[in-house]
T-cell receptor, first 114, second 111 residues
Framework: DAGVTQSPTHLIKTRGQHVTLRCSPISGHKSVSWYQQVLGQGPQFIFQ???????GRGNFPDRFSARQFPNYSSELNVNALLLGDSALYLCASSYDPMNSYEQYFGPGTRLTVT | GESVGLHLPTLSVQEGDNSIINCAYS??????FIWYKQESGKGPQFIID?????DKRQGQRVTVLLNKTVKHLSLQIAATQPGDSAVYFC??????????FGTGTSLTVIP
């Protein structure tokens, strides 16, 4: 079975541009969480979606938004990119975060903002 | 300005020795903890978890210990192998909809 998949693997953008990152969860998993990992630090929570509803939001500006589709895949959107948005963006999926907290990560999308 | 990453704690062990990686968590209300392994260029990989109603949990070659009194978590790896070289993170959550990760520890296994 395929694990969590993310696209693209790498991305280079210019300050002020917009970016969309995509995630497909493990088959049967209904929840997706997004994390930002800056080099040398642990992942920081951005959003969690379950059954297409936002269940959690971390301390990130409104430039960051996300959504989950009926097939449980998800998009993370970042507007007006800043240099500090350069990071590895990780997606994690879980079956039912209401009853099981186990989550599994994808390989991430490496975003570089120049 | 440009952010600067924190310097990761490091641990070097000889192949075959046991490793102990420590983590201090922040929220006394956290009731679920996970240890992750992250190899270079990859996403974090689930190793083992523990709920707050337990003090110890064992997996294959790994043991997690939880001390709620001092908010401390440890990961013990038995007979450490070169493939165990990676960065290890602990993560905590209260409700399961938001996980908080520690800074991480870089483990290097010397053959």
């Amino acid at each position: 079975d395929a694990g969590v998949t993310q696209s693209p693997t790498h991305l280079i953008k210019t300050r002020g541009q917009h970016v969309t990152l995509r995630c497909s969860p493990i088959s049967g998993h209904k929840s997706v969480s997004w994390y930002q990992q800056v080099l040398g630090q642990g992942p920081q929570f951005i959003f969690q979606y379950y059954e297409k509803e936002e269940r959690g939001r971390g301390n990130f500006p409104d430039r960051f938004s996300a959504r989950q589709f009926p097939n449980y895949s998800s998009e993370l959107n970042v507007n007006a990119l800043l240099l500090g948005d350069s990071a590895l963006y990780l997606c994690a999926s879980s079956y039912d975060p209401m009853n099981s907290y186990e989550q599994y990560f994808g390989p991430g999308t490496r975003l570089t903002v120049t | 300005g440009e952010s600067v990453g924190l310097h990761l704690p490091t641990l070097s062990v000889q192949e075959g020795d046991n490793s102990i990686i420590n983590c201090a968590y922040s929220n006394s209300a956290s009731d679920y903890f996970i240890w992750y392994k992250q190899e270079s260029g990859k996403g974090p990989q689930f190793i083992i978890d523990i709920r707050s109603n337990m003090d110890k949990r064992q997996g294959q070659r790994v043991t997690v210990l939880l001390n709620k009194t001092v908010k401390h978590l440890s990961l013990q790896i038995a007979a450490t192998q070169p493939g165990d070289s990676a960065v290890y993170f602990c993560a905590e959550t209260v409700t399961g909809n938001q996980f908080y990760f520690g800074t991480g520890t870089s483990l290097t296994v010397i053959p």
